[in-house]
């Protein structure tokens, strides 16, 4: 059995720190956490689980704090959490499983990161981090920033999922913005790729959109180093052109993620909802049935991902495309499939009475 060492950052986290805590606490051989900076009760709340608190001077570099709580780790594995992260009870077992089972080969192991779920409490946006990290390989974090582990070696695919949920939107975006510019400053003045990427994300955040899309545009035109960041610019820039009521240049975008890697289904099926929202079915369909037959690959990407579109959601798009092309048979199919995942869903659930009964008048 390996051991593991909870490592964490934190600042004023008195609202989200004990539920984080409360679901790992006893699952892990050792809790560092390094407080920032904390004026609230954040450290009174930590003590109640660890008396392994550290002050950490902010220095405007998060990788530097998640650097310093690594080096105060004793055991096999260091694990990270964010104070609003935290387990579910499924979860927690399974992480309890792969503590007994866990071969030390492995360098790293992947999670899945849930930042909404749907009605049935499943996964719908999600991505991935490398959560555990074997000790001796003295990973370290990069960029000041938007912040990650290079990781190398052998990695488990695990499918603990960690799930994300803030009590409170305390993101300070003008902070955001001021470290990545600090950052562009220290790199002689050229924009970095990765710095480009992420302060137009901020741009967004701030409401700078016109400056946000503009940033995004000109990081497109440059070299592609990380594929996934492009393929979110783009992602994020159709958005954009589908409120300011573009259609052209939100295609534009939606296709150009195809550039970067082959087709996914999250935009497969923003493509098919493009053509069925200008009435033009038969291609919607094209598009929803190539998201259900593109799902083997790319499963475990560090990007974005929207389950939906990987799962329910193409069937039920069929299901209305086939039905307004008069091809109710295929139509009550792929809402049959759609039930499947959500079987108490009430839109699904109505139009499979309508289609009953259409078939039932044929």
Known sequence: MITISLCMIVKNEEHSIGRCLDSIHDLVDEINI????????TKSIVSLYTDRIFDFEWIED??????????????????????????FENDRQALQKLKHSMKPEFHAVLMDYVLSRD?????????????????????????????????????????????????????????????????????????????HFYLANELIGNGQIDEAIATFESFLAGETQYFEDHIAACGT?????????????????????????????????????????????????????????????????????????????????????FGKLGELDKAYEHNEIALTYLPDEPNLLKNKAQLDAARASL
């Open 119 to 195: 009605q049935t409490g499943s996964a719908q946006n999600m991505t991935r981090r490398h959560r555990l990290l074997k000790r001796d390989c003295h990973f370290r974090w990069i960029y000041p920033i938007h912040e990650y582990i290079p990781v190398q070696g052998p990695v488990k695919i695990s499918d603990i999922e960690i799930s994300h949920s803030p009590f409170l939107e305390k993101k300070d975006r003008s902070r955001n913005i001021r470290i990545l510019r600090q950052a562009i400053l220290r790199d002689g003045g050229q924009l970095s790729r990765r710095y």
């Open 62 to 87: 998060f990788s530097a704090a998640r650097n310093f709580s690594f080096e105060q780790a004793t055991k096999d594995y260091i694990m990270w959490l964010d104070a609003d992260d935290y387990l």
């Open 34 to 41: 390094v407080d920032t900076g904390s004026t609230d009760q």
């Open 237 to 321: 820039l159709s958005n954009f052109y589908h409120e300011r009521n573009q259609p052209d240049k939100e295609l534009q975008y939606l296709l150009k993620t195809f550039e970067y890697t082959k087709p996914r289904p999250d935009y497969c099926c923003r493509i098919g909802i493009w053509f069925e929202e200008h009435k033009a079915y038969d291609k919607a369909v094209f598009w929803y049935e190539l998201a259900i037959q593109v799902k083997s690959g790319d499963e475990y990407s560090l990007g974005l991902i929207n389950k939906v579109c990987w799962t329910w959601g193409p069937h039920a798009q069929l299901a209305i495309c």
